[in-house]
């Protein structure tokens, strides 16, 4: 498409102007699309967001339909994608306090190789420790601080920042992470992620958040996921942090990985490519022998 366009863009300036050639005219900034080549593609994102300033410590959000409307688009860039609820998990005995655990290794199945084992423990002085716990909260129930589960009735409770803040480890390269987070930024700042790959620091991502303070927001929904269809984006671990330092305390729940092989392909814009095919047709039919023949 480069030298498509260089070379429109030389034969308009030998005729004298774009109309000359084409018998129409044309912005340069859309040239200029046309002539620049793509960029490295950034992650997409998929987040929603559902506040509730009424919930307190022990109600429910009734509907999170922000949350849900971008899990569900989360969710149809997948294929063969499973999502872990928490609800099977027995490596932990609900209920029981932070510090005292060790971290919950999960299976998720990849259709292109082994399944992708991920590590859910600390970042802090002391990996191997999750600090965190399995909460149990049926019905309609909360843990009595805002934190409930979104699937059926566990999730894990797990600190973001502070001293030994919650990460994910993963066997192999991951191109997609998605999750929810219940009641995260009701005492100030934002969830952030840190991407890894091997020591390699990737970024920090801002998650949006239904930031409070002094509990204000208690009970308050988000999802977030990333995903990315780029070999130089692939991540193997992410660190969960707050935008002001401190430790928050959250339910995580609903957890998505995927790797790259199981991100749908979306087919690319073709706007330029059908322009520039309208466009060389007509120089064709313009500058053919036909078209130059003595009358």
Not at 74 to 101: A, K
Not at 104 to 128: R, W
Not at 160 to 173: D, H, K, L, P
Not at 218 to 235: C, M, Q, R, W
Request: hydrophobic share 40%; proline share 7%.
């Amino acid at each position: 498409m480069m030298f498509a366009s260089s070379w429109i863009l030389r034969l308009a300036k030998r005729e004298g102007s774009f109309h000359a050639v084409f018998g129409f005219s044309l912005c340069p900034a859309i040239l200029l699309v046309a002539a620049t080549p793509k960029p490295v593609q950034a992650f997409t994102v998929f987040s929603g967001v559902d506040v509730c300033t009424t919930c307190g410590g022990s109600t429910r959000l009734s509907a999170f339909p922000n949350s849900l409307n971008a899990s569900n688009n989360f969710q149809s860039i997948l294929q063969g994608n499973f999502v872990q609820t928490f609800d099977n998990q027995t490596t932990f005995v609900p209920n029981t306090s932070f510090s005292t655990n060790s971290p919950i290794v999960l299976s998720f199945p990849d259709a292109a190789g082994p399944n992708i084992i991920a590590t859910l423990g600390g970042a802090g002085p002391n990996p191997a420790l999750i600090v965190g716990a399995i909460r149990n909260t049926p019905g309609t129930t909360t843990n009595g601080f805002g934190r409930y589960s979104i699937s059926n009735n566990q999730f894990l409770e797990v600190p973001a920042g502070g001293t030994n803040q919650f990460q994910i480890s993963v066997s192999r390269a991951i191109a997609v992470i998605g999750f929810y987070g219940v009641d995260i930024g009701d005492f100030g700042g934002s969830l952030t992620l840190e991407l890894f790959n091997g020591a390699t620091s990737l970024g920090t991502r801002l998650v949006p958040s239904p930031t409070g303070s002094s509990g204000s927001t208690d009970g308050s929904i988000l999802f977030y996921g990333i995903a990315t269809s780029n070999p130089a984006e692939v991540f193997d671990r992410v660190v969960f942090n707050t935008t002001i330092g401190t430790g928050d305390v959250f339910a995580f729940d609903n957890l998505s990985i995927a790797s790259l092989q199981q991100v749908v392909p979306t087919p690319a814009p073709a706007a330029g490519a059908l322009f520039l095919l309208g466009v060389i047709g007509r120089l064709r039919r313009r500058y053919s022998p036909s078209h130059h023949q003595p009358q």
